[in-house]
């Protein structure tokens, strides 16, 4: 099954996902890591009701709770699977690589998992066979990426595996554009950071499309991990139907998210938080770094 990224997005496609390595933490305790949950939990921010447009509006989603998220039998790292690719495809400019390389940064803190930046390859194959002019702009097939590029063909020890188009993506020959598609229960995806940088990436744009591709990837990995569309609160999970939702959304997980990614994980909560703080002071995010920065203020206070 393919998804094209948040608008069809399918969440019950995650449901086959396969339950493998190990069972670190099963122990309850251990699985919501009490205090700092106690911690954080009251910079959760709750959901304003959706206006005509947002996701929400047309999508009654059910919440996902951690209960529900071991049930949906998530997929786990284990020693042969424990690695999280990125794969640009097309021709990037200097400024685009940057990004490229920061936000592999943040991938690999947000999951706490090793993230590899493969080298680029070349789209001209699927510009000959599956692109099309579009509003004076060349686009590529999204569904001819996955199949071709994507699905069956994940690197070695990869857990979820995404490419990253510098052209635009089109689903089918019906639709302006696509964000990205994806196969959850494969584990693969592919985005486009065409949009996500207001026509030609710049210094003057660089922060927002640094932010847009950090929380593009963090939440389609997520998908890959079986975490649903957030309902519980604000969260990079929410649901959204394009940039200017996207645009609302933080990068942060709510604290019921952070429950079930760790209770997959098993990573250090604080030092992920320090991390990602870190990640956003040094590269100016200043309203997510202040989101991360009251996380870790309280982490602080409660030892
Ligand atoms: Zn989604
Ligand atoms: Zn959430």
């Known amino acids: 099954m393919t998804i094209p990224y948040r608008s069809f997005a399918l969440t019950v496609a995650v449901l086959s996902l396969i339950l493998t390595a190990s069972c670190a933490n099963e122990d309850p305790e251990i699985a919501h890591d009490s205090s700092y949950f106690n911690a954080i939990e009251d910079n959760d921010i709750a959901l304003t009701a959706p206006e005509a447009g947002d996701w929400r509006y047309s ?109 635009d993506l089109y689903p089918k020959d019906s639709w302006n554009y696509v964000f990205g598609l994806a196969s959850y229960t494969k584990r693969v995806g592919v985005s486009s950071i065409y949009r996500l940088q207001d026509g030609y990436l710049d210094t003057a744009n660089y922060k927002t499309c640094l932010t847009r591709l950090a929380n593009i990837s963090s939440h389609e990995i997520g998908h890959m991990f079986s975490l649903h569309h957030c309902v519980y609160a604000s969260c990079v ?67």
């Open 237 to 303: 999970m929410n649901g959204s139907n394009g940039l200017s939702e996207t645009d609302r959304s933080p990068l942060r997980l709510c604290s019921e998210c952070q429950k079930k990614l760790f209770w997959n994980i098993a990573y250090n909560n604080k030092r992920r938080l320090k991390q990602l703080s870190d990640f956003c002071k040094s590269n100016s995010l200043q309203h997510d770094w202040l989101t991360f920065k009251a996380d870790l203020d309280a982490v602080n206070q409660s030892n």
């Open 59 to 167: 999508h009654n989603e059910k919440r996902q709770d951690l209960k529900a998220y071991i049930k949906a039998r998530p997929v786990r790292p284990g020693a042969d699977h424990s690695t999280i690719y990125l794969m640009p495809v097309g021709d990037f400019t200097s400024l685009q690589q940057t990004a490229l390389k920061q936000v592999r940064e943040y991938v690999e803190i947000f999951f706490q998992m090793k993230t590899v930046l493969l080298p680029a390859i070349s789209d001209s194959v699927v510009t000959a066979v599956a692109s099309r002019e579009h509003d004076g702009h060349t686009q590529l097939r999204a569904p001819y990426l996955l199949d071709s590029l994507l699905k069956d063909k994940c690197p070695q020890g990869g857990i979820a595996f995404m490419a990253i188009s510098a052209k």
